[in-house]
T-cell receptor, first 115, second 111 residues
Framework: KAGVTQTPRYLIKTRGQQVTLSCSPI?????VSWYQQTPGQGLQFLFE???????NKGNFPGRFSGRQFSNSRSEMNVSTLELGDSALYLC??????????????FGQGTRLTVV | KQEVTQIPAALSVPEGENLVLNCSFT??????LQWFRQDPGKGLTSLLL?????REQTSGRLNASLDKSSGRSTLYIAASQPGDSATYLC??????????FGAGTTVTVRA
């Protein structure tokens, strides 16, 4: 069974540009969550999508957005990149039908470097 | 606001020694707690999931306990090996469905 797949694995972007990251969840998983990991702040929740609807949102500026497609694949977009956006972006998928005993499975992450 | 703390931040032990990793959380109204392992530059690997109604969960050399009333969980790794060297993170599933993570404990097992 394939795990959570994130593409690309590495990205280098210039300040002011925008970037799109992709996440394909485990087959059958309908919930996808995104997290940002930095050395200073640790893992912080960005947003969660279920059945193409954003169900939860963290405390990030509007430059961070996402969406989910009918096949449960999800993308997140960051516009007007800042140096502080450099981080490892992690995607997690889960079976929400098992809530509250939901287990999260993470991808390998996308390392974004903003120069 | 749910805060999750992991102490110590780093731990170094000789091979064969048992590891004890601690996780504490401020709000006992959690749905479950999950322990993860993270290797440098990689994603998170799920180790154990403890439901809020459970007291402990075991998988191989790993055993995790949960005491909701005191806001604590402990991960025990028996007979540590150099391959166990990694950062271990705990996360609690809140009532708003979000996961709140601790900062992690970085473990080094010396051969």
């Amino acid at each position: 069974k394939a795990g959570v797949t994130q593409t690309p694995r590495y990205l280098i972007k210039t300040r002011g540009q925008q970037v799109t990251l992709s996440c394909s969840p485990i087959s059958g998983h309908r919930s996808v969550s995104w997290y940002q990991q930095t050395p200073g702040q640790g893992l912080q929740f960005l947003f969660e999508y279920f059945s193409e609807t954003q169900r939860n949102k963290g405390n990030f500026p509007g430059r961070f957005s996402g969406r989910q497609f009918s096949n449960s694949r999800s993308e997140m977009n960051v516009s007007t990149l800042e140096l502080g956006d450099s981080a490892l972006y992690l995607c997690a998928s889960s079976l929400p039908d098992t809530f509250p005993n939901t287990e999260a499975f993470f991808g390998q992450g996308t390392r974004l470097t903003v120069v | 606001k749910q805060e999750v703390t992991q102490i110590p931040a780093a731990l170094s032990v000789p091979e064969g020694e048992n590891l004890v990793l601690n996780c504490s959380f401020t709000d006992s109204a959690i749905y479950n707690l999950q322990w993860f392992r993270q290797d440098p530059g990689k994603g998170l690997t799920s180790l154990l999931l403890i439901q809020s109604s459970q007291r402990e969960q075991t998988s191989g050399r790993l055993n995790a306990s949960l005491d909701k009333s005191s806001g604590r969980s402990t991960l025990y790794i028996a007979a540590s090996q150099p391959g166990d060297s990694a950062t271990y993170l705990c996360a609690v599933r809140r009532s708003d469905y979000k996961l709140s993570f601790g900062a992690g404990t970085t473990v080094t097992v010396r051969a």
